[in-house]
């Protein structure tokens, strides 16, 4: 378009040019020829110089003439085109301005159509055909595959990165390449693969390649379908465990066609329980094989049926094939099938239920009159409001009340007050719940406002899935016991302060045994040692010598006796230093005597504690000592003296053939000397307790507790 206006623009200049030229060459020659002609060469120099004066401004004058309508005709000719130019420039304008718009909604499509790609749910790759790069790729591919873009922006990598076992690999890739070589798009969709992210990950998924041969490229999409081939696994496996459940289900399933009975479908126990084949049920209606013992009954479910679409525990009765007649419980519920409408049923044989039923109506009856000629009042009570729900005739006699003053109200009337009421509920509610039984005995009030002695025993009743039905309290009048307990009380006090009279008395004596032993007998016989020992120096007779020796030995057994008899009637040491150092010497004596290691250990020095108590915890560990001598065959004995926490801990062990502890109850006094019986017995009377461990063939140990005053 330049080259063409730079050549009008010299052609017009230099047709111009050519123009005036030509003009001016014709004026110059033919003007001079005709004023020659005109005037001769007559004409004098002045006139010649005024002519061509004139000739020269009549040759301006007409080149300027000339010249102006040339160039007025190159100015038309300049405006015709500059118009023309500017309406091409218009056209170009708006050509221009249509062109953006067209590329704007261009780009508005590509920004819109890129951003439905990028976020649709699918992935979506584009990839080159000829070397397989990848020119787009939307972050659902890369999420779905579970790699990051740049390990699946070529073929190679994708393939090596997605499908790492590489016979698998090599599978794929033969089945897609094949179906691109082919070109037929049908085949390029491929669902259940399973390929592996980059977390190693299992993944099933669906890809489809769209190939554009003219433009080179491979649009590839991908959906996972993980989930919904777990889900359709899952449906497929619940298909075939309803199939399953339905033929083993041990409970009898029909499926029926509302409109005529017809049977459609039953299980194996269905078959069992009314005793046809199941080519004798499939097309007949139930009403044509007199399954229903009552018409009537069939028509009532039927309209129910209409009606509710279902039915909970309808009972009715059944008749097998050999005309046994049945108690059945269904449960009903009419279902689309196919368009149809089909009835399921299952079907329970209650016959025995209804059998027990009744047994067990007999029972509860049988049981309420067992309960209503109890001694013991009986009460259902509602643990939270504490109302009594239910009262035997026994209460009557106990409380005042008849069961029906009482039923309906709480159980506040039977106490004396507000606060024995509420001291009642904080004693039992935390062992009810802990528990789920309470036992105590209570002070509660007759209608007449008299105070009764009761023995409460208050118990937790649930079902078997453990819903609480309620609690049940067991009262029984004690009032006549506690009195006899009061009394036996007294006498046991007296008995036990008669028995420590006793001890003490036949401890007494022993010493007063042991004194005059040791004072008058002893005293003797050492004189009469003596005495013998100076005949002795004085006789020369040998056979009067060898039986004054003889003699003087049976006084030194006598003597040697007498002091062990007077320290086991009442050892001296024990009122002169102590229970400890008492201990230790009894120690020391067991492994002389017995010949068994016996070994005493204290952290006690002194112990402030009467001469009762003391005479009475020596002759326990002394009967416990001897016990272990004379009956457990032990090799050793270990005894132990300690003070804890207010508490005197006395442990006596051994290691011995050991004995069954739940005998100790039988074991009477006299047994095994002083007799276990005896022991709980001086232990009781210190206020003290006593616990025993023995192990057959392992030992004995007994641990003593005597509180310290």
């Not at 020796?549 to 040491?573: C, F, G, Q």
């Amino acid at each position: 378009m330049a080259i063409s206006n730079l050549k009008s623009k010299f052609y017009s200049s230099t047709k111009i040019s050519l123009i005036y030229l030509i003009t001016s060459c014709v004026y110059i020659i033919f003007s001079d020829e005709f004023t020659l002609h005109l005037f001769g060469s007559t004409l004098s120099v002045s006139t010649l110089t005024t002519i061509q004066t004139y000739k020269g401004l009549l040759f301006v004058f007409l080149t300027s003439a000339l010249l102006f309508l040339l160039i007025q005709r190159e100015i038309k000719a300049k405006r015709k085109y500059i118009q023309e130019l500017e309406l091409q420039k218009q056209d170009l304008l708006n050509l221009t301005a249509e062109n953006e718009k067209v590329k704007k909604s261009l780009q508005e499509r590509n920004v819109y159509i890129e951003t439905i790609l990028k976020n649709l749910p699918l992935g979506i790759a584009v990839n080159r055909m000829d070397i397989g790069t990848t020119t787009f790729m939307n972050k659902n591919f890369s999420k779905i595959y579970g790699w990051p873009e740049k390990d699946l922006d070529n073929v190679d990598s994708f393939f090596e990165k997605v499908y790492p076992d590489e016979k698998y690999r090599e599978k794929i890739k033969e089945t897609m390449f094949k179906a691109i070589e082919d070109g037929d798009p049908n085949q390029m969709l491929w669902t259940d693969i399973e390929i592996t992210t980059g977390t190693g990950k299992k993944k099933i998924i669906e890809a489809q390649n769209i190939p554009v041969f003219d433009q080179n490229l491979m649009i590839s999409t991908v959906r996972d379908t993980t989930q919904q081939n777990t889900t359709e696994k899952k449906v497929k496996e619940s298909e075939a465990k309803f199939s399953t459940l339905f033929k083993m289900n041990p409970t009898a399933i029909v499926f029926t066609r509302l409109s005529d009975g017809a049977i459609m479908e039953v299980n194996q126990a269905y078959i069992d329980l009314f005793g046809y084949s199941k080519e004798e049920l499939i097309n007949q209606s139930t009403k044509k094989i007199s399954i229903w013992a009552n018409s009537k009954q069939r028509d009532l479910m039927i309209k129910q049926l209409m009606q509710d679409r279902f039915i909970h525990d309808f009972e009715a009765q059944a008749v097998r094939k050999d005309g046994q007649i049945i108690e059945t419980l269904s449960y009903l519920q009419v279902i689309d099938h196919s368009g149809v409408d089909s009835i399921i049923a299952i079907i329970l044989d209650i016959t025995e239920k209804k059998i027990n039923e009744h047994k067990i109506e007999e029972s509860r009856i049988l049981l309420e009159k067992i309960i209503n000629n109890l001694d013991e009042a009986v009460l259902l009570v509602d643990p939270k409001a504490r109302n009594i729900k239910l009262a035997n005739a026994a209460v009557e006699r106990i409380f005042g009340y008849s069961p029906k003053e009482i039923v309906g109200k709480q159980t506040k009337r039977l106490h004396i007050n507000q606060k024995m009421f509420e001291e009642f509920g904080k004693r039992s509610v935390p062992k009810l719940e802990k528990e789920g039984v309470f036992h105590t005995e209570f002070q509660m009030k007759h209608k007449t406002g008299n105070i009764i002695e009761t023995e409460n025993t208050v118990s937790t009743i649930k079902e078997e899935d453990g819903w609480s039905l309620g609690v049940v309290s067991v009262i029984r009048d004690i009032t006549k016991r506690k009195k006899t307990e009061g009394k036996l009380k007294e006498y046991q006090k007296s008995l036990k302060m008669l028995t420590t009279e006793i001890a003490l008395s036949e401890e007494k004596q022993r010493k007063e045994i042991a004194a005059n032993i040791h004072d008058h007998l002893s005293q003797l016989l050492v004189i009469s040692k003596m005495k013998l020992t100076d005949i002795q120096k004085d006789t020369t007779s040998p056979k009067i010598l060898d039986e004054l020796k003889a003699v003087i030995n049976y006084i030194s057994e006598a003597l040697e006796n007498t002091r062990k008899i007077t320290y086991d009637l009442s050892p001296p040491v024990l009122y002169e230093l102590g229970l400890t150092e008492t201990l230790y010497w009894l120690a020391e004596k067991t492994e002389e005597e017995h010949r068994i290691k016996t070994t005493f250990s204290s952290n006690v020095n002194e112990l402030q504690i009467t001469e009762s108590n003391l005479i009475f915890i020596y002759r326990i560990v002394q009967e416990l000592v001897n016990n272990s001598v004379k009956h457990a065959q032990a090799k050793n004995i270990d005894i132990s003296l300690k003070a804890l926490n207010g508490e005197l801990e006395i442990m006596i062990s051994d290691n011995g053939k050991g004995f069954n502890v739940k005998n100790i109850p039988q074991i009477k006094i006299g047994k095994g000397g002083f007799g276990l019986f005896t022991v709980r017995e001086r232990i009781q009377n210190l206020n003290g307790r006593i616990s025993i461990y023995s192990e057959m063939k392992k030992g004995t140990e007994v641990k003593i507790y005597i509180p310290l005053e």
